[in-house]
């Protein structure tokens, strides 16, 4: 319907269990009115629309906690010794049995050397993580450089993140060989794609993987960048905070270099959306 030159919608409300319609304006309502219905909504059954896993308060801790500097990491592995595993690392195996092992590796020709990480999974059905200690993001923005060792056609390279145990959490994986990239979902060990689409990888050596974890309003969205274009975005809020990592899964090797992982906790919103 019309008033004057402005459009005006109507607002079906439930309040002591009788259907209302609130004739809505636009321009006129602004904050007085919202105010106004946000309690006639209140006083009705309270389910007008979908409310986020997260309060209020919620949001702001899990803000003022993502923005804490240490969550700012580059791990390039120059450092660590030869043959060992990462500092501030360690290995979980999730999947149908333990058959892998990561250890930092010497190599001069690589985008950062002299050293990369070496990650190797001996069955179809595993899953071997390195996951970063003493870290929580929410929504991470995840940057690594990835080689799957040739002679390694069914495995399976990415990375992992919202991770709660071995047997919950996220993962991006990308498969070189079929050129498909996923996004899987672990909940009690019980896995789930909730992401899958083809990519067309550069003729290179090295490859660029990127996922970020995004919020818009009440909605939470996986995103993932293969050698920089965009490939695949789902929706999902299933888990929350969670620890970061690499990932090996089936027959597989890869080498993985420059892991970064940052909060992206400037892409949060701080105040709810304007209703006009």
């Known amino acids: 319907m019309q ?14 269990g009788r259907w209302f319609y ?15 219905l946000a309690g006639v909504l209140a006083g009705g059954v309270g389910t007008a629309w979908a409310v986020p896993k997260e309060t209020s308060t919620e949001k702001a801790e899990h803000l003022r906690q ?23 690392f360690a290995t979980v195996a999730s999947g149908e049995q333990r058959g892998g092992s990561w250890k930092v590796e010497a190599q001069s020709a690589v985008p950062s050397a002299p050293n990369v990480l070496l990650g190797t999974s001996g069955c179809g059905g595993c899953n071997e993580i390195l996951v970063a200690q003493g870290f929580q993001y929410e929504y991470p923005d995840l940057v690594v450089r990835i080689q799957q060792g040739a002679g390694h056609s069914a495995g399976q390279v990415g990375v992992v993140f919202g991770m709660k145990d071995p047997q919950n959490y996220y993962a991006t994986v990308v498969d070189l060989a079929q050129k498909v990239i996923q996004v899987v979902r672990v909940i009690d060990g019980k896995e789930s794609v909730i992401g899958r689409a083809a990519i067309k ?10 996922v970020q974890r995004n919020t818009i309003i009440s909605k939470d969205f996986v995103e993932t960048f293969f050698d920089g274009s965009l490939a695949l975005s789902v929706e999902d809020q299933t888990l929350g905070v969670g620890q970061v ?12 270099d420059n892991f970064n992982a940052a909060p992206l906790y400037s892409s949060r919103p701080l105040s709810a959306p304007a209703a006009y």
């Not at 609130?22 to 106004?36: G, H, I, L, N, Q």
């Not at 003729?203 to 990127?210: A, G, Q």
């Not at 990592?245 to 993985?256: P, T």
Request: aromatic share 10%; proline share 7%.
């Open 201 to 210: 990888a550069k003729p290179v050596e090295w490859h660029t993987l990127r």
């Open 245 to 256: 990592g690499m990932l090996v899964r089936g027959e597989a090797s890869a080498r993985f």
């Open 3 to 16: 008033y004057g030159q402005e459009p005006v919608r109507q607002i079906q409300v439930v309040c002591n």
């Open 22 to 36: 609130s004739t809505y304006f636009p321009r006129a309502m602004k904050c007085a009115s919202v105010a106004a």
């Open 66 to 88: 993502q923005a804490n500097p240490q969550l700012f990491n580059d791990w390039t592995f120059d450092k660590d010794e030869v043959g060992s595993l990462p500092k501030g």
